[in-house]
């Protein structure tokens, strides 16, 4: 099987691309030109086709030549606008979708990465539902946005969304401040940390994606990502588990008020507009800190055959602490 991987050259891309090359398939990964390819070169059966998803042109060349499925995993987190986000989140999965229609007729499946963000938070502290339409940062709706285009498309495209909770593992790049910021004995805890959260560990979720194209599915279902385990307080992931895998003592253990955080994404705004930067701290993005993002997978187990294998509070936190120590990033 040959499948298209956006993202290959991210977190998540990466590790979707790492186990569809151990398995044998061939990976065509999209990557920019400014994307670092040092883990994609050590991988079997990979081919690079430089472009970028807002690019037509590009990803219609990715889509030639026996693509059996793909794997769409790239999207902008953090932006300068949100414009910016839609135009990569939203018209660049359209890109994808109308390249498909047109050049892989036959799909298999096209496996859209989502995210919790697009149907938005919890207000009880319970699952959200999945018909939920309540984003509340551009993020989240630039991602629902992309969801609509692809149910709009799901009798030429045979397609599933998927709608991870927090990713992290292995490569990560943002959860990955919080492991720095508690090997600097600081305490990464956002407001009073009673906000609660489910997470995804990054291979874990890779297989789902993995296992939802022979799934034997409706085309444009939805499913949750997670590891199947309670939600986490702020205060017990942040505060406690990651300081317990690195052997580390926070100094001060007393959180960032709201207030604080939110004055600051001022500054950092008015930072980012003035040096045409992308940045992530921004008022929405607090204000999204302040609500409990929870799902259930349990749908998705049963539906794709799928089971996560990692949890957040038991060794996942851990596997994550070790890779980051072994390859020198802590």
Same mark, same amino acid.
């Given at each position: 099987?040959?499948?298209?991987?956006?993202?290959?050259?991210?977190?998540?891309? /990466?590790?979707?691309?790492?186990?569809?090359?151990?398995?044998?398939?061939?990976?065509?990964?999209?990557?920019?030109?400014?994307?670092?390819?040092?883990?994609?070169?050590?991988?079997?059966?990979? %081919?690079? #086709?430089?472009?970028?998803?807002?690019?037509?042109?590009?990803? %219609?060349?990715?889509?030639?030549?026996?693509?059996?499925?793909?794997?769409?995993?790239?999207?902008?987190?953090?932006?300068?606008?949100? #414009?910016?986000?839609?135009?990569?989140?939203?018209?660049?999965?359209?890109?994808?979708?109308?390249?498909?229609? %047109?050049?892989?007729?036959?799909?298999?499946?096209?496996?859209?990465?989502? /995210?919790?963000?697009?149907?938005?938070?919890?207000?009880?502290?319970?699952?959200?539902?999945?018909?939920?339409?309540?984003?509340?940062?551009?993020?989240?709706? /630039?991602?629902?946005?992309?969801?609509?285009?692809?149910?709009?498309?799901? %009798?030429?495209?045979?397609?599933?969304?998927?709608?991870?909770?927090?990713?992290?593992?292995?490569?990560?790049?943002?959860?990955?401040?919080?492991?720095?910021?508690?090997?600097?004995?600081?305490? @990464?805890?956002?407001?009073?940390?009673?906000?609660?959260?489910?997470?995804?560990?990054?291979?874990?979720?890779?297989?789902?994606?993995?296992?939802?194209?022979?799934?034997?599915?409706?085309? &444009?279902?939805?499913?949750?990502?997670?590891?199947? #385990?309670?939600?986490?307080?702020?205060?017990?992931?942040? &505060?406690?588990?990651?300081?317990?895998?690195? &052997?580390?003592?926070?100094?001060?253990?007393?959180?960032? @008020?709201?207030?604080?955080?939110?004055?600051?994404?001022?500054?950092?705004?008015?930072?980012?507009?003035?040096?045409?930067?992308?940045?992530?701290?921004?008022?929405?993005?607090?204000?999204?800190?302040?609500?409990?993002?929870?799902?259930?997978?349990?749908?998705?187990?049963?539906?794709?055959?799928?089971?996560?294998?990692?949890?957040?509070?038991?060794?996942?936190?851990?596997?994550?602490?070790?890779?980051?120590?072994?390859?020198?990033?802590?």
């Amino acid at each position: 099987m040959k499948v298209l991987v956006t993202g290959g050259s991210g977190f998540l891309g /990466s590790h979707v691309a790492e186990q569809l090359s151990a398995a044998g398939h061939t990976v065509r990964a999209l990557v920019r030109k400014s994307s670092n390819r040092k883990f994609l070169s050590t991988l079997k059966n990979v %081919e690079l #086709a430089e472009g970028s998803v807002e690019d037509r042109k590009s990803v %219609e060349a990715a889509m030639k030549g026996g693509i059996d499925a793909v794997v769409h995993s790239a999207g902008l987190v953090k932006a300068r606008n949100e #414009a910016e986000f839609f135009e990569v989140n939203t018209q660049g999965t359209v890109n994808l979708l109308d390249a498909a229609i %047109e050049f892989a007729p036959n799909l298999k499946r096209f496996v859209h990465v989502s /995210s919790l963000e697009a149907c938005g938070p919890s207000l009880d502290r319970k699952p959200v539902p999945l018909d939920q339409e309540k984003p509340v940062t551009a993020y989240g709706r /630039s991602k629902l946005a992309a969801e609509k285009e692809i149910v709009a498309r799901k %009798e030429k495209v045979r397609s599933v969304i998927l709608r991870p909770a927090l990713i992290y593992g292995p490569r990560e790049i943002e959860v990955y401040e919080a492991f720095k910021a508690v090997k600097k004995h600081q305490y @990464p805890v956002i407001g009073d940390g009673t906000m609660i959260a489910c997470y995804s560990y990054g291979p874990d979720c890779a297989r789902a994606c993995i296992q939802s194209i022979d799934a034997d599915i409706p085309s &444009g279902s939805i499913y949750f990502i997670d590891d199947g #385990a309670e939600p986490l307080s702020m205060t017990r992931a942040m &505060g406690e588990l990651i300081p317990e895998a690195l &052997g580390v003592k926070p100094f001060l253990r007393m959180g960032i @008020p709201f207030p604080v955080l939110t004055l600051a994404s001022f500054g950092v705004e008015a930072y980012g507009k003035v040096r045409g930067k992308a940045v992530m701290l921004t008022r929405e993005k607090v204000a999204m800190l302040r609500h409990h993002w929870v799902c259930d997978s349990s749908k998705t187990q049963t539906d794709l055959g799928w089971k996560p294998e990692v949890r957040f509070g038991t060794e996942g936190v851990h596997l994550t602490a070790k890779w980051y120590q072994d390859n020198g990033w802590l």
